[in-house]
């Protein structure tokens, strides 16, 4: 059974960092391009970062460049996200999604609409 779960969220001060994790199970990575998405309280679902299924193409939010990274980890079948210099405005659920694209693509999906696969999502916290 195909599962996404994500860790790594909590409270965090301004300023500060966090690395959230998205495990997959039951298929591999290589065949599908994560992407990483937020929804904080009354506001919209927001695409933050995605990575294709080669790991060598990647896409952030103009609110998270230069803050954010993400990356992948074939061996543990795991992509992260480096989030740094925190801001309140990234409180949020975080949710890592997976869809299906040709093995070791290098195309990046932005669309949520295109994710199949969701996680249950991480809550992070930026305030002091």
């Known amino acids: 059974q195909l599962q996404l779960v994500e860790s790594g969220g909590g409270l965090v001060q301004p300023g500060g960092s966090l690395r959230l994790s998205c495990a997959a199970s039951?298929?591999?990575?290589?065949?599908?391009?994560i992407g990483w998405f937020r929804q904080a309280p009354g506001k919209e679902r927001e695409g933050v970062s995605c990575?294709?299924?080669?790991?060598?193409?990647?896409n952030h939010a103009d609110s998270v460049k230069g803050r954010f990274t993400i990356s992948k980890d074939s061996a543990k079948n795991t992509v992260y996200l480096q989030m740094n210099s925190l801001k309140p405005e990234d409180t949020a659920v975080y949710y890592c999604?997976?869809?299906?694209?040709?093995?070791?693509?290098?195309?990046?999906?932005?669309?949520?609409?295109?994710?199949?696969?969701w996680g249950q999502g991480t809550q992070v916290t930026v305030s002091s």
């Open positions: 999604a997976a869809v299906e694209t040709p093995p070791l693509s290098g195309v990046v999906v932005t669309d949520p609409n295109e994710y199949g696969y």
């Open positions: 039951g298929f591999s990575l290589d065949y599908y391009a």
């Open positions: 990575i294709s299924a080669s790991g060598k193409s990647t």
